[in-house]
């Protein structure tokens, strides 16, 4: 499998896709087919060195969902949001790998894709009013009133 591994954090930071073997499944974990994972400010700050150095290589990303390839609680095929907690892609091999084991406590079941009709767009995507409203909407705790 492919896995995006850092090998130096810092400016610039070092960043190698490597092949290695599909992790195995422990008692207690799940084995998912990676098929999204976020970049968002962590994995940046880790990457950049915000934190210090990190345990390199380590495969960043502690977010993410996928597809269980093999489990104890969950059949084959399952779409399953993944919650890296603290230390997936912090202090151990995170979502930046087309295969991952996640503790099951942390994944979250995904409710299969919609196949029914798309809902039509909301008029404030399609155009702009002919008119000016006659008076602005008041806002209660973030919400039109």
Do not use: C, W
Not at 54 to 76: D, K
Not at 81 to 105: E, F, K, N, R, S
Request: glycine share 10%; net charge positive; charged share 15%.
């Amino acid at each position: 499998m492919k896995a995006i591994a850092t090998r130096r954090s810092g400016t610039p930071g070092e960043m190698t896709v490597e092949e290695r073997p599909v992790p195995a499944r422990r008692p207690g974990q799940t084995l998912v087919r990676v098929r999204t994972a976020t970049i968002n400010q962590l994995a940046n700050s880790l990457r950049t060195g915000a934190f210090g150095s990190l345990p390199a290589p380590i495969v960043l990303g502690n977010e993410g969902a996928g597809t269980v390839e093999e489990s104890a609680i969950l059949p084959a095929g399952t779409r399953v949001a993944v919650h890296g907690h603290g230390d997936m892609g912090v202090t151990i091999d995170g979502l930046y790998q087309q295969y991952v084991t996640v503790p099951d406590q942390r994944l979250l079941p995904l409710p299969p894709p919609s196949t029914g009709p798309k809902a039509p767009p909301s008029p404030s995507t399609t155009s702009p009013p002919t008119s000016p409203s006659p008076t602005p909407p008041t806002y209660s705790a973030g919400r039109p009133s």
